[in-house]
């Protein structure tokens, strides 16, 4: 699965994620960049651990970023909101094929047990 870092609206974002009633989609939240790093030392040591369990599958990955700081904090940042509901960064959201909608977030991002647990196994595109 390809990461794809988007600039999709948040309503695209969900309407995407809810229409692959087939397989799981995800959506890696991540905190924005400053001079090509994150400002969140969470996000900063998921990101590795991410890359590499999405990396070689054929499916996409949606990334975003929540915005600096400030941004993050405000209430109404829409990845606080419905349906997302993020409450700490990073976070990666699953929706299953029964749409139901299910988080990693923060240190379990980062913890490889819980990551391949919580994303399960992804079809290589060798072995398609």
Same mark, same amino acid.
């Given at each position: 699965? $390809?990461?794809?870092?988007?600039?999709?609206? $948040?309503? @695209?974002? @969900?309407?995407?994620?809810?229409?692959? $009633?087939?397989?799981?989609?995800?959506?890696?939240?991540?905190?924005?960049? *400053?001079?090509?790093?994150?400002?969140?030392? !969470?996000?900063?040591?998921?990101?590795?651990?991410? %890359?590499?369990?999405?990396?070689? @599958?054929? !499916?996409?990955?949606?990334?975003?970023? @929540?915005?600096?700081?400030?941004?993050?904090?405000?209430? !109404? %940042?829409?990845?606080?909101?419905?349906?997302?509901?993020? *409450? %700490?960064? &990073?976070?990666?959201?699953?929706?299953?094929?029964?749409?139901?909608?299910?988080?990693?977030?923060?240190? !379990?991002?980062?913890?490889?047990?819980?990551?391949?647990?919580?994303?399960?196994?992804?079809?290589? &595109?060798?072995?398609?």
């Amino acid at each position: 699965m $390809p990461l794809q870092v988007t600039s999709e609206t $948040p309503s @695209a974002i @969900a309407s995407s994620l809810k229409s692959s $009633p087939s397989k799981p989609a995800f959506l890696v939240v991540y905190a924005s960049l *400053t001079d090509g790093r994150s400002w969140c030392g !969470d996000c900063r040591r998921a990101e590795p651990f991410v %890359n590499a369990k999405f990396g070689g @599958a054929d !499916d996409i990955v949606r990334v975003v970023y @929540a915005g600096q700081r400030d941004e993050w904090r405000k209430q !109404d %940042n829409p990845w606080r909101l419905e349906p997302f509901l993020v *409450t %700490n960064l &990073p976070t990666l959201i699953k929706v299953t094929e029964e749409g139901k909608w299910e988080k990693l977030v923060e240190g !379990d991002v980062y913890d490889q047990k819980i990551l391949d647990v919580f994303v399960g196994k992804l079809p290589r &595109p060798d072995k398609l």
